[in-house]
């Protein structure tokens, strides 16, 4: 369970701007603190969850407790083989995208927290997909591990800059692709 | 105001006893003050109407009518002082003055002119109007003569207005309470007085008061309200001392005389005085009056044909001409209208080429403009989702495309064509047509993933020199409005089309220039001479490709296989087969590994080359290699020439590889454990460094000669050992610039020649 939200988590879960966020926590009218010695705010779950409520957001986002993961490649198994490992373990809950096209439609609607990205896909190459995420405010918070059986070393370094957050190659190890999971979501 | 020598009022000869006079004073002049106008009569409105509908109105052929009529001429000079249209000082022209005021204000001036109801009046109502009139009219027609036979000559035209105006006190007070003023006049009549003294004594002002406040309140010349102030009073002597206000002598002058003439009812009853004193303050030759009172009832004769007082029927043809009038104006109104809209509807349409055009920057990429100009579509129209696609390039079986679904969401996408179909229906490809979208471009439109209606969506061209560049297609909410815009989205889709194809052209111009440059930098930089590869190594290149390509299509099975067994074997309780699954696991990595080794052997890393000792790389070497093999017992003999230079390569790949000859070297003795030599010398060129491996072990034959560098191969009987080690070699040292050459015989051992390059 995420004790501890950023505004961007925050604005995540409630769907809402990071402005938005920033404004209601300044007034006071969402509880929290700032880390000390920066500028840095942060909003503990209880806060948020008061906060949700009194301002009628609905609460599924942040009850359920489930990170929510997007798991894009265009191999069908692979996808069932993924789905079925992340829900297998109740901390996750997932939908799916077969081409970049979809995961952006996807990443728009499930607003996912972590993007399990295949690399190569049938319309466009995963670094693109990242680079377009990135490149939307909103999405800033979402983390995206690179899922590929076919990069080369020099290649895996330009991914994690334009934007991946972690790569892994298949065929995986699930406890280390769980591994690595919880450790892009911050997860204990 | 009370004339000299008068007493004032008594009481018992008014009908209504004024308790508060300036009260009343107040009510009446308040009364009067509203008025906008003097009312004119019908038969001179049945005149003025048809000429004031005429499309091309000259203000100046109306003049005759309107200097007949004190209301007409009242408004007109009200127009001249609004809109401050200048005269020659002293020589005043209604006619030159008319035509300097803006047709539609002299138009839209005398319509507002009230037409009096005649036919509500009772006789008497109706004579003391006419009399009134007539009076005016005879005053004005002596004024004019007066103020011409004047010494210094006065502006005759104007001294005619103020003729015509002197009275319009009266004439407002004759409007404004009718029966009151019936009795006034009689009271004037029956005690032979001035009007205004009656007026006075009743309304506590008089005509004179009314009057300037009027001429005041509508802007007339300064002459002008003098003369309707002033005309009672003490002309002779004011006039001596302040000689603007001549023209005000003119006028009681000709009031004098007009009332001699007895044309018209002043309402004045009283005798007439300072005639002479006027006549000689205005140095007037008596001759010249004796002609102007000759000829003044001729002169007001004219005047009343002109106007038609004497018409029968005037209220008749006055109706009727107000209703043609009024036909005429609604249908002039009508057009105006129509083509207002018509203006209104091009001047927006102008707004949004313009915004578009400006919103655009010079550097905008292709798709950036379609999803701005698809989007200011949508809200310009009204549209319900837009999609505007791009004509795909030559022989491309993608096209690119923009969709704005509600509220200006867009997005980019890119889509199939099938084969034999093109993208632009054939109908709009060339020419401009509005189609209805899913007859021609379904196959399109289903592979979006939202729904346009069928029946209210339309296709059209964004045609640019005849030729469509993309098309557009839009839901439309009122489908049959679609042929009445057809113009205005044929233009919008024109200007569209023309910056798309700016910025298309734009764009493969680029991209020709990074493309030309790609071809043309490898010939520029120059090149250390790449040694030939020989067949073998051409065969090393192809299989590098395949397995590259293998590797991705391997992979995916694989992770299916291994994530799958891992599950199971997790889920498993049973010992056995929970061994069994690991066990596939195992071996699906093993097979992931394989791959590995084929996709860094088909395409290794860059070499990261740098000066390099070739004594330290060879130490490297050995250590890797007993690594390697998990062996130190071998022996080994390094011999470096003194002289030898440093070769410029990426020291980890080549020590690698020297680490894989050498282990070979090793293994072709099957019990002894070397010698193997290495010997290191600079070619004479300066440019190369030999490097020589040599055994005495099993050496090759031919066959495995040849086959020596490929992967996988292996010479030995039997065992799993992966024969990459030289196919490895090979590669990494063709990578880095260097030459591999090996020579073998059966028995007798291996010799292994290296080159590398110094710089």
């Known amino acids: 369970m995420k004790d501890l939200f950023t505004t961007g988590e925050a604005a995540e879960v409630c769907r809402v701007s990071q402005q938005t966020i920033i404004r209601c926590f300044d007034a006071g009218r969402l509880e929290g603190f700032r880390v000390p010695g920066s500028r840095f705010r942060r909003i503990p779950r209880q806060s948020l969850i008061k906060f949700m409520k009194e301002n009628n957001i609905p609460l599924d986002a942040i009850e359920s407790g489930k990170r929510k993961v997007l798991i894009v490649d265009d191999d069908a198994e692979i996808v069932e083989l993924l789905v079925d490992v992340l829900e297998r373990d109740d901390r996750f809950e997932t939908k799916t995208a077969s081409s970049g096209y979809e995961a952006g439609i996807a990443t728009e609607r499930f607003r996912p927290e972590l993007i399990l990205l295949d690399y190569m896909l049938p319309d466009v190459n995963g670094n693109v997909v990242c680079q377009t995420i990135r490149k939307n405010p ?51 | 105001m009370i004339e000299d020598g008068d007493d004032l009022m008594p009481d018992e000869l008014s009908n209504s006893v004024p308790i508060d006079a300036i009260g009343i004073a107040r009510r009446v002049e308040f009364t009067v003050g509203r008025l906008d106008s003097l009312s004119t009569l019908p038969s001179v409105a049945a005149l003025y109407l048809p000429r004031l509908i005429q499309v091309q109105l000259q203000p100046s052929s109306l003049t005759d009518i309107i200097e007949s009529d004190p209301a007409l001429t009242a408004k007109v000079l009200s127009l001249i002082g609004k ?22 204000s002299v138009r839209d001036a005398i319509l507002s002119i009230k037409v009096s109801n005649a036919f509500e009046l ?18 004005a027609c002596c004024a004019g003569g007066i103020a011409e036979a004047a ?41 032979k007085e001035c009007s205004c003294v009656i007026e006075q004594g009743h309304l506590g002002t008089d005509h004179t008061i009314l009057g300037k406040r009027l001429a005041q309140k509508w802007g007339l010349t300064n002459p002008i309200v003098l003369a309707i102030w002033l005309h009672h009073s003490e002309m002779p002597t004011i006039s001596k001392d302040m000689p603007e206000t001549r023209i005000a002598a003119v006028v009681q002058l000709a009031d004098s005389i007009a009332r001699e003439s007895g044309i018209g009812v002043s309402g004045s009853f009283d005798v007439p005085r300072s005639e002479q004193q006027l006549i000689q303050g205005l140095a007037i030759d008596t001759e010249k009056l004796q002609v102007i009172r000759r000829h003044l009832p001729e002169a007001v004769e004219q005047k009343i044909k002109l106007l038609g007082l004497d018409m029968p029927n005037a ?32 001047s927006s349409h102008l707004g949004f080429a313009t915004d578009f055009l400006l919103d655009i920057s010079s550097s905008a990429d292709v798709l950036d403009i379609a999803e701005n100009f698809a989007a200011r579509w949508q809200k310009f129209y009204q549209t319900g989702m837009v999609f505007l696609y791009l004509a795909p390039t030559a022989g491309s ?73 993309g098309a557009i297609a839009f839901e439309l909410h009122y489908p049959s409005d679609a042929e009445m815009y057809a113009e205005k989205f044929s233009n919008s889709g024109s200007i569209a089309a023309a910056v798309l194809s700016m910025a298309l052209t734009q764009q493969k111009q680029q ?97 990261r080359s740098s000066q390099t000792n070739v004594k330290q790389l060879i130490d490297e070497a050995v250590q890797l290699t007993v690594r390697k093999i998990n062996r130190g017992d071998f022996d080994i003999q390094i011999n470096v020439a003194e002289d030898t230079r440093d070769i410029f390569v990426d020291s980890a790949q080549i020590a690698s590889a020297v680490a894989n000859i050498i282990s070979n070297a090793v293994e072709s003795y099957a019990d002894k454990t070397g010698p193997i030599e290495i010997t290191v010398e600079t070619e004479q060129s300066e440019e190369l460094v030999k490097l020589i491996i040599g055994d005495h072990g099993c050496g090759m034959d031919a066959q495995a000669l040849k086959k020596a560098t490929l992967p996988f191969f292996s010479a030995k009987a039997a065992g799993r050992k992966r024969g990459m080690g030289l196919a490895y070699a090979a590669r990494f040292i063709q990578l880095n610039k260097g030459t591999l050459n090996i020579a073998s015989e059966p028995d007798r051992g291996t010799t292994v020649t290296i080159h590398l390059p110094c710089r």
């Open chain 2, 83 to 104: 809109f401050g249209v200048s005269f020659p000082p002293g020589r005043f022209s209604l006619h030159k003055s008319l035509d300097k005021l803006p047709p539609d």
């Open chain 2, 151 to 191: 010494t210094p000559r006065i502006d005759s035209e104007l001294a005619y207005c103020a003729g015509l105006l002197h009275d319009i006190g009266k004439l407002a007070l004759e409007e404004a309470m009718p029966k009151g003023f019936i009795k006034i006049v009689e009271e004037a009549q029956s005690s």
């Open chain 2, 315 to 346: 209220i008749e043809n006055y109706c009727k001409a107000a209703h043609t009038a009024t036909a005429r104006l609604a249908r002039q109104h009508s057009e105006l209208s129509r083509e207002n809209r018509r203006l209104q509807s091009d």
């Open chain 2, 122 to 139: 009772d006789r008497a109502a109706i004579s003391n109007k006419r009399g009134l009139l007539l009076h005016s009219i005879a005053v």
């Open chain 2, 397 to 469: 079986q993608t096209l690119e495309a923009v969709v704005v679904e509600k509220l200006g969401q867009s997005r980019v996408v890119s889509l199939n064509i099938p084969a034999d179909t093109s993208a632009i229906p054939k109908a709009i490809v060339e020419k401009f047509a509005i189609l209805n979208a899913y007859d021609h471009i379904d196959w399109l439109l289903e592979q979006l993933d939202v729904d346009f209606d069928e029946h209210r969506t339309r296709l059209l061209p964004l045609l640019s020199t005849g030729k469509a560049v």
């Open chain 2, 511 to 607: 991209d020709f220039a990074e493309h030309f440059a790609r071809l043309i930098s490898p010939v520029v930089s120059s090149l250390p001479v790449e040694p030939e590869k020989g067949p073998a190594q051409n065969s090393v290149d192809a299989l590098a490709e395949m397995a590259s390509g293998a590797a991705h299509e391997l992979n995916n099975p694989l992770t299916v296989i291994s994530g799958r067994a891992q599950l199971l074997a997790d889920a498993e309780s049973d010992k056995e087969k929970k061994e069994i699954l690991e066990q596939i696991y195992e071996n699906s990595r093993e097979a992931s590994e394989l791959i590995e080794d084929l996709m860094s052997f088909a395409e290794p890393r860059q070499p």
């Open chain 1, 138 to 188: 909103n999405f800033e918070n979402i983390r995206i591990i690179i899922v590929s059986g076919v990069v080369k070393q020099d290649e895996i370094s330009q991914l994690l800059k334009s934007g991946a957050d972690d790569f892994i190659k298949k065929p995986f190890d699930l406890a280390e692709l769980t591994g690595k999971i919880t450790a892009a979501l911050q997860m204990k």
